[in-house]
T-cell receptor
Framework: LAKTTQPISMDSYEGQEVNITCSHN???????ITWYQQFPSQGPRFIIQ???TKVTNEVASLFIPADRKSSTLSLPRVSLSDTAVYYC?????????????FGAGTRLFVKA | DAGVTQSPTHLIKTRGQHVTLRCSPI?????VSWYQQVLGQGPQFIFQ???????GRGNFPDRFSARQFPNYSSELNVNALLLGDSALYLC??????????????FGDGTRLSIL
């Protein structure tokens, strides 16, 4: 299973765009990249998933370069409520016994 | 539709006791996974069950066991509790065992405190 590396913490201000980069140098051919958000005393919440290039949904964008050794979660115009821990996960969801491996995550703190 | 529900929300036990945590997946979801999250760390995978069979196991001692019922709900059992078992225990469900674009949906967990 590919290991991921993320910044431990990031600070931002309301209204700014936040980009969180995740390194996964050993990503395998069948691996997908998934991001989760977690607030204190709550379970992680799925944000976005991608395999290559760019994926966009109503809350975020995910940029994946051609070599797929890293990925960037982009949160447009963050608000105070985006203060949370963000996890980058890499794995093959189609194999038996798929395990979701969480790292330490990135603590994002949005200031007014 | 209701999300993943876990019970109880909080639990206090003493060392050596046994505990059972319960999870009801989202309706229609057949896969359930369990995670342990110690304060300040990311969730650590314990088990995955799909169609009532264990499909994956993390690096946890045999004191930890689980099962999935015909209605796809699940129980996590921990025997001989240790202080280090104090954590938030999370349950997640997904439609199938594993598939792209089928992310796991997490409950809000059971906070277990060992005295």
């Amino acid at each position: 299973l590919a290991k991921t590396t993320q910044p431990i913490s990031m600070d931002s201000y309301e209204g700014q765009e936040v980009n969180i980069t995740c390194s996964h140098n050993n990503i395998a051919t069948n691996d997908y990249i998934t991001w989760y958000q977690q607030f204190p005393s709550q379970g992680p919440r799925f944000i976005i998933q991608g395999y290559k290039t760019k994926v966009t949904n109503e809350v975020a964008s995910l940029f994946i370069p051609a070599d797929r050794k890293s990925s960037t979660l982009s949160l447009p115009r963050v608000s105070l409520s985006d203060t949370a821990v963000y996890y980058c996960l890499v794995g093959d969801p189609n194999t038996g016994g798929f395990k979701t491996i969480f790292g330490a995550g990135t603590r994002l703190f949005v200031k007014a | 539709d209701a999300g993943v529900t876990q019970s109880p929300t909080h639990l206090i036990k003493t060392r050596g006791q046994h505990v059972t945590l319960r999870c009801s997946p989202i309706s229609g979801h057949k896969s359930v996974s369990w995670y342990q999250q110690v304060l300040g760390q990311g969730p650590q995978f314990i088990f995955q069950y799909y169609e009532k069979e264990e499909r994956g196991r993390g690096n946890f001692p045999d004191r930890f066991s689980a099962r999935q019922f015909p209605n796809y709900s699940s129980e996590l059992n921990v025997n001989a509790l240790l202080l280090g078992d104090s954590a938030l225990y999370l349950c997640a469900s997904s439609l199938r065992q594993g598939a792209a674009n089928q992310p796991q949906h997490f409950g809000d967990g059971t906070r277990l405190s060992i005295l």
